[in-house]
């Protein structure tokens, strides 16, 4: 996953934006990512990523995550099975 790639797809909250927010920021826990532009407060898929950023970030090393279309096409399965819901102008589930 590319830096400007949206990590969040409900609140199109791109990678960059949750990395500078944990270097700034200093979050304790991985809970309060969700203060970087609601990330993960939407249908949910993307919280186990902001959780390995964040354990990343604390371990300084680099996280390992999928690619952009990896990300989104688990996201469509995610939301088909029932799992979440995106909000009103979220990234359309493909």
């Not at 990590?7 to 920021?25: A, D, G, I, M, S």
């Amino acid at each position: 996953m590319n830096p400007d790639d949206e990590l969040c797809l409900c609140f199109h909250v791109t990678r960059r934006k949750v990395e500078n927010y944990l270097r700034l920021e200093r979050p304790a826990a991985p809970s309060q990512l969700a203060d970087c532009y609601g990330a993960g407060t939407g249908c949910g898929w993307c919280r186990k990523l902001l959780v390995k950023l964040f354990e990343a970030h604390k371990a300084k090393a680099e996280a390992e995550l999928p690619d952009a279309a990896e990300h989104a096409s688990g996201r469509g399965e995610y939301v088909r099975a029932g799992k979440g819901t995106p909000p009103a102008g979220a990234t359309p589930v493909i």
